[in-house]
């Protein structure tokens, strides 16, 4: 049985990963195969700095289901996180690469913003499993719609990356479905209000550093 300290090292390690390390996908790229398409240096920036919020998002999710396995008891429960969370591993790795490929960064704040979560991940999981669950649910339902609004705003044009969002956003639905099957509470509005504003002050500053 490994000992506190180790433990300790062991989510040290996977937090240093998550921000600093280079990402590796265990599903193939969506759109890999699709040519590149010829797009204005405004849409490839805008598309970067989309992909870049996107990438924030998992930083966090990957800190949210980090902080929650921590804080639960329920060894069954906190196999199925840590399952959810190596899924989305592919979505840092296909993210990064896609900003990347559009000429642009990883956010500077992603460390501040990694910290943030794993707390709040954290206090949901203490909170009590079904609390955790109803965290976690809507989440994934925010994210969804977020993901929706930036199909809307990605160049048509640009496939690869719309075919990377599209796939985002089905794994998040799945991941908000698991929630719900395993008895997640639905959260009070203000709750609800209050996690939106979070992401939106998230969102808008990861567009641009």
């Known amino acids: 049985m490994l000992s506190a300290f180790d433990r300790l090292i062991i989510e040290m390690d996977q937090g240093i990963r998550t921000v600093f390390g280079v990402h590796t996908d ?22 970067a700095g989309l992909m870049r919020v996107n990438h924030c998002g998992e930083v966090c999710a990957q800190a949210l289901y980090q902080g929650q396995a921590l804080a639960s008891r329920n060894d069954a429960l906190t ?24 000429g642009g960064q990883t956010s500077l704040l992603n460390p501040l913003w990694y910290i943030g979560s794993l707390a709040m991940g954290y206090a949901a999981g203490k909170a009590g499993d079904a609390w955790s669950l109803g965290f976690l649910k809507e989440t994934e ?25 599209v ?43």
Request: aromatic share 2%.
């Open 26 to 47: 265990a599903r193939p790229t969506p759109g890999r195969d699709i040519p590149e398409a010829d797009l204005s240096d405004s849409a490839r920036s805008h598309a």
């Open 79 to 102: 196999s199925k996180l840590r399952a959810a969370a190596r899924e989305e591993e592919d979505h840092l790795a296909w993210t990064e690469a896609r900003i990347r490929e559009l």
């Open 141 to 165: 339902r925010q994210v969804e719609r977020h993901l929706e609004g930036h199909l809307e705003r990605l160049d048509p044009d640009d496939v690869r990356t719309r075919e990377i969002v």
């Open 167 to 209: 796939q985002m956003k089905a794994d998040e639905a799945g991941h908000a479905d698991m929630a719900a099957r395993l008895g997640a509470r639905e959260l009070p509005f203000p709750v609800k209000r209050t996690m939106a504003a979070v992401a939106k002050v998230m969102t808008t500053l990861s567009y641009r550093v």
